[in-house]
């Protein structure tokens, strides 16, 4: 994999993974590497946790795109042109918007946006963020105002839902079976006794014993406000699938050499061979490489032995020594077994454990010369 | 707070950015909990599951299965709580598959956000709230539950107090009701988190805590730094060793000791860094450092030991 070549042809990198692998520290340092190429990038992250922000070295991201000032970076730029904008997901916000776009008209729109389950399942529920997110994505898309799109996802199980979000959403709205269903309590606003009389009494019924009666009339008349705008959204889902499935599109799957991580990260790359998605490799993080240690350490051990240090200080060198050692062991070994699962080599980069937290735009740059 | 208090509680959410250990911290617990003689349960929620893997065992999916001596776990999933919560509704699994394996009602309900999350935290609360032992369900001394990580562990918190306030009657209302009322109930549940000694970690930790404490109504219980490296050489004691291996200098092998040492060292530094930022921010609660485990691979030897270390600390 030549991420050179991937930032240089790609409209759209998605960066995948478990949480704690440095999906979004990789996100942000993709961007600055495409930014030093010359490239108007921006970055992009649905994770709640205020994370993109904090490895920019930023207080605080909002829903629209915000130019980072690169400053000393640029200098070492091979192309000095590129331009590096940032944006967190507000969801709700972002829904609201959405709503507005397909509303038919002003009043579908405020009965939408004033329902009670919609102000509260827009904004804080979890499962509506991977949504927007493609909307998001799409839209930013759509504007074609940028070179690279660069997105960073939440922790696996959730990457998941991300993937599938466009097909769920699609199947929901689709199905006119779902549609029938739903027109039965198109009466339940007005009279109850009418739905009663209807064919699908009996589930509606199960339903209003699961759920409660009032849930099932807020939830109608949610549905029912947004039936008109299910077109919209109906194709909305098909062109953000498109999107995901474009040649110009690109999934990095992001790991650290931790066995429960690859082996998640074994998961996902099934998944997303299976949702015929276009792959591009691995990103190994925090592989603490063996730079001649192992070949060393016994001599290195006799030389300690005739320093002129107390017993204990010298069995404390061995100790971290040692430990230096088990730490590279541990990650050959991990990596060992994922280089046996991936087969072909050329899909995996690995990154060296860094002596300093990345956390600002410096280290991101530092951090780019290894991608 | 002592150990025998914050194991007197009946729920325990152990929270945490990804990758800090929040698994192994729970298993930890758990076998502490059942050391003690409690009868424990750890909720993992995940569609890789982890917790199986630990322990050595075969995949162990939506059943309560026994790990050890008085310890057991399950791995929730969405699909078989809605299944179970709507037979307790209905006691019929014919009208069930009928009506809720239909195809259509299948996609709707997938579509319907924040419906699993309510479903998963359901499933803990009626664990939690059982009276006495059934065939495969347990009543348990404590109920364990592995969140998912931070962002999005929070939102599954927030998910009962959402439905509470949109939803005016009905079962669903009751029972977010009763799911909220266990969350806030300091005496019945605590929040753990899980940190490494790391900038975004740490940073996370923190604005979790807050949230946890001023818009969920969580209580807090103490918080765990994981994988911590042991603070071998003082800052003192590092520039005499320093200085006694320059001697060596000349040595072929020079240069691989000092980048070992050296990454070592500044690892360390590193991690007193975050630890204090930890501590300033924590203010009153407890903070507890868990070492990292040099071993070959991490098993069910390596919980033990953490197992061990919590013990050690009797006031917490």
Redesign the interface.
Known sequence: MNLDALIQNQKLIICCG????GK??TAAALAVKACQMGKKVVVLTI?????LA??LGLKNLENEEKEIDLGEISKGSANPSGKLFALMLDTKRTFDKIIGRYAPDEEAKNAILNN??Y???SS?????QE?MAMEKVYELYQKDRYDLLILDT?????A?DFLEAPQ??M???T?S??KW?LKPSLFVGRTSLKFLERGTR??LK?F????????LQ?LSAMLISTAGLLEGFKERAEEVSALLKNPKTVFLLIT?P????I??AL?FHQKILENKLPFGGFIVNRVHTD???T??LP??KK??SK???SDS?KK??L?????????V??DE?QLESLKRKVKNPHQLILVP?L???V?DLGGLAELGRYL | MTLNEILSRKLLIVSGKGGVGKTSVAAAFGLVASGLGKKTLIVEINAAERISNLFGISEIGYCETELAKNLFAINLDPRSAFEEYVLEQIYSKKIYHLIFENKFVRSFLDATPGLNELLEIGKIWSITDREKDSPGKQKYDLVIMDAPATGHGLAFLNVPKVVAQAIRVGPLKTKAVEILKLIQDPVKTLLIGVTLAEEMPVNETLEMLHTAKESIQVGLGPVFANAIFPSVFSEEEWKEVQGSLEKLEKEESYVSLKQALGSYQKKVQLQNFYLNKLKLGLGDQALLELPYLFQPSFDRNAIEELAEKIMENESI
Do not use: W
């Open positions: 478990s949480g704690g692998v979004t520290t994770d709640p946790a205020k994370r904090n490895s009670k389950l102000q509260h399942l804080m529920i979890a499962g509506s949504y939440p922790p696996t199980q959730h998941l769920k959403m199947q929901a709205v199905d079976m779902l269903f009996g589930i199960v209003d014993r699961v759920t409660g009666f009032e849930f807020d650290s931790q066995a429960l991580v082996s998640e998961y730079r001649g240690l070949k060393d001599q290195i030389n300690i320093l002129d240090l200080q404390s060198l100790q971290v020594l040692n430990s230096c050692e088990t730490l062991q541990q070994a454990y002596d300093t937290d956390h």
